[in-house]
C-alpha cells in the first residue's frame, strides 16, 4: 500500500479506523485467536553492530554482558518447555551481525534448529544478515520463519543505525524469502521517528512480494546506557492506529504485539487486539528485557473472550504475487514491489 493511502488511514477518527481493520481482521481472522510465540535468546550480548536502541550492542555499557552460544540441550530444554506451556511458536535470536556458511557457530545453529523443528512448534530465527545458501541451510534444517525487522522508514535507519545499511536488511529479506521461508519483518516505535517514518516503514513491509507472514510491532523499551536510554514512551493510542494501519495494508500476515508490552495496561493492549493484533511474545523475558508473566497473558485473553491458536507446523511461505512472473528481475520490471523483483 502506498504512502498516500496509508496516511489517508492513519488521519482517520480512530473509530472509523478501528471499524475499517476490525471489518478486516474479523473477514481473515474470524477464530478470535492470539498466537502464542515463546522468544529465547540463544546467543547474548558483545554485538558488533550499533543499533542504537539495543542492549545487546557491545559499543553500549548496558549491563548486558556477552554471553556464548547456548548448548543444543540447554536450548532443547527451553523449547520443550515453552511447548508444554502452550506456544506454537519457538524464535531463537542470536545477537550476530550475521551468519556465514562453515563457521562453527553456524553449523551448531543448524543442528539446534534441526532438532527444535521435530518439536511441533513454528521454528523462527533471528540471527542478522543472511546469504542465499545460509538461508537455504537454515530453510532444510527445519526454519519455518526467519525474523529481520526493517525497524523503521529508509530515511531514518541511518540516523539509528550506521553499522549496516536498510538494504543490507531488505537483501537479507529477500535471501530468506528466495529460500522458501516465512519472512517476520516488523518495526520499533519510539525511534525518534516521525509518523511519516512509520508509514514509509509500513510502506515498504506492505510492499514485500510475497507479502511478510509475521509483523511484530515493538514498541521501544530503552535501555540504559544506549543511545535511546531517555526517548519517551510511545503513546499507546499511537501504537493502536499502527496496529490498526498494518492489519488494513497487510491483511493475511500475523500482526505481533511485540517488545513494549509491560508498559501497556490491560485495556491499552486490549484495544491492540481489537485493532489486528493476533500474535504476543509470551514468557516473562524477551531476549534480555521484561515481558508480562505467562499466567497474567493468559488471564488477560481469558478475561476478553480471546483464546490461543493451535499449532500449525507445516506452515508453507505465502505464495509470491505473479507479477514476478510477468516480470522477471531486470532493470526493465514494471513491478514496483520492493523487496520483490
Ligand atoms: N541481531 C538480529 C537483528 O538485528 O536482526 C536479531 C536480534 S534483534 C534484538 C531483533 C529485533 O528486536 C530488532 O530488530 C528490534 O526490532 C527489536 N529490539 C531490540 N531491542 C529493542 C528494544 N530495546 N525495544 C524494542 N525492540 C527492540
Ligand atoms: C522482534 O521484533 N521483537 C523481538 C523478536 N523480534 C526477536 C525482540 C524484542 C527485543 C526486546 C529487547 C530485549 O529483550 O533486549
Ligand atoms: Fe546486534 Fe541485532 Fe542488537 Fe543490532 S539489534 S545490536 S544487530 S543484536
Known sequence: MNY????????????????????IHQAHWPEAEVQLCTLLSIKTGGCSEDCSYCAQSARYKSGVEAE??????LVMERALHAKANGSTRFCMGAAWRGVRMGTQRFEQVLDIVSDVSKLGMEVCVTLGELGADEAKALKVAGVTAYNHNVDTSP???????????????????????????????G?????????EDRLKMLEVISGFNPPPESIPINALMPMPGTPLAENPQVD?????????????????????????????????????????????????????????????????????GLST????????????????ELSPASSESSCQSIGCC
Request: some cysteine; hydrophobic content about 40%; overall charge neutral.
Open 4 to 23: 498516500s493511502d496509508l496516511l489517508a488511514l492513519y488521519q482517520l477518527h480512530l473509530f472509523e479506523l478501528l471499524d475499517r481493520s476490525r471489518a
Open 68 to 73: 556464548r552460544l547456548m548448548s543444543k540441550e
Open 155 to 185: 530515511e531514518h535507519y541511518p540516523n539509528i543505525v550506521t553499522t549496516h545499511t536498510f538494504e543490507d536488511r531488505l537483501r537479507t529479506i529477500r535471501h530468506a524469502q528466495d529460500a522458501g521461508m516465512s519472512v517476520c519483518c
Open 187 to 195: 518495526g520499533i516505535l519510539g525511534l525518534g521517528e516521525t509518523i
Open 236 to 304: 499507546p493510542l499511537d501504537l493502536v492506529r499502527m496496529i490498526a494501519v498494518t492489519r488494513i495494508a497487510v491483511p493475511k500476515a500475523k500482526v505481533r504485539l511485540s517488545a513494549g508490552r509491560t508498559a501497556l495496561t490491560d485495556e491499552a493492549q486490549t484495544l491492540c487486539f481489537y485493532a489486528g493484533a493476533n500474535s504476543i511474545f509470551y514468557g516473562d523475558k524477551l531476549l534480555t528485557a521484561k515481558n508480562p508473566a505467562a499466567e497474567k497473558d493468559l488471564h488477560l485473553l481469558k478475561k476478553i
Open 309 to 324: 491458536q493451535l499449532p500449525e507446523p507445516s506452515m508453507s511461505a505465502p505464495e509470491a504475487n505473479p507479477c514476478c
